[in-house]
């Protein structure tokens, strides 16, 4: 019987919260080896979830823990979730609290892990659009992950899909790191150190969730930042493991290069070539900004207040 804790951290999101727990109470378990619990991270406990939404573990169908962070940001929620999780899952799993799983999404985590040996399993991310969304938000592939290749090996993991052997984290003591506690990235440091102690990461082709992308998502002014900050973790992540450093600032620099001269030709008449100017610029000065010291803040809590609503607390 595989032991599957399934850790969700959440920040003034109690729909987004309730709509992924029902969801999972939908998925498919027949002829399923697994027992299923949930650790429910609450990180605004002046505004929680629970007070919307009443008692969490009325709504889940499997064993549900909820708990409070205190300290403010996404790594120190993450971590409350590990330090919860102790002796007893097999396999612990990352969901965030603007998804939905598919049906099939249980029984292809695990199906993966086991048929590959994977380490650790991603599966597919699809945008639901609030609203209508511009090209660039389609050509740029800035919201989705995947398709992927069923149980293709892959150098990447996101905590908005994946699944995860427990005990290659209690051996190897793997926690997410505080630097990234108000910058995000902090998930792409992790598996990077995953893998750097030995683990693998496979694709979960069918493990598919919706994630929901709200409108104040939708503007080039968002989508800049987000390649600026996808940049600077790069480069933060190759400052402070000292590994690949000449290699990783020489690549931001292309990229910003690159990207500054689709700018300057106006992308030779075509907008679309311009936008994806933009984006490679944007990504390549995050580089370089991380071997200046620089750590953009993308979650800092006036930026996740302003877009969730509500005032700083």
Same mark, same amino acid.
């Given at each position: ?40 991270? @609450? ?7 629970? #007070?919307? $939404?009443? *008692?969490?573990?009325?709504? +889940? !169908?499997?064993? /549900? ?18 330090? @919860? ?7 612990? #799993?990352? $969901?965030? *609290?603007?998804?939905?799983? +598919? !049906?099939?999404? /249980? ?207």
């Amino acid at each position: 019987m595989n032991k599957v804790t399934v850790c969700i951290a959440t920040y003034r999101r109690p729909l987004g919260l309730q709509a992924l727990l029902e969801s999972l109470n939908a998925v498919e378990t027949d002829g399923l080896a697994a027992l299923v619990s949930f650790i429910v991270v @609450e990180n605004c406990p002046n505004d929680p979830a629970e #007070a919307t $939404l009443g *008692d969490l573990a009325k709504i +889940s !169908r499997w064993p /549900l823990r909820y708990v409070g962070e205190h300290n403010r940001g996404i790594v120190a929620a993450r971590n409350r979730a590990l330090d @919860e999780f102790g002796e007893d899952p097999d396999y612990v #799993a990352f $969901l965030d *609290d603007d998804e939905t799983v +598919s !049906r099939g999404w /249980l029984q292809s985590m695990l199906q993966t892990l086991q048929t590959t040996g994977a380490t650790a399993v991603q599966g597919p991310v699809i945008p639901q659009f609030e609203v209508t969304p511009p090209n660039w938000a389609i050509a740029s592939k800035l919201f989705e992950l995947g398709p992927f290749q069923p149980g293709e090996r892959i150098g990447f993991a996101s905590t908005n899909n994946a699944m995860i052997a427990a005990d290659f984290l209690r051996q190897h003591q793997i926690r997410f790191d505080t630097r990234f506690n108000t910058t995000g990235g902090e998930d792409e440091e992790f598996f990077h150190r995953l893998q750097e102690s030995g683990g693998t990461i496979h694709a979960a082709a069918e493990a598919s969730v919706t994630d929901i992308v709200p409108q104040k998502r939708l503007t080039l002014g968002w989508a800049v930042r987000r390649k600026f900050r996808m940049g600077n973790t790069l480069g933060r992540i190759a400052v402070f493991h000292r590994r690949n450093r000449l290699m990783r600032f020489i690549k931001g620099a292309a990229a910003f290069g690159k990207g500054t001269l689709m700018i300057l030709t106006l992308g030779l008449g075509s907008k679309a070539r311009i936008t994806a100017g933009l984006f490679e610029a944007a990504r390549g000065a995050g580089v370089i900004a991380a071997f200046t010291g620089v750590a953009f803040k993308e979650y800092s809590m006036s930026a996740v207040s302003h877009e969730r609503g509500g005032a700083v607390v």
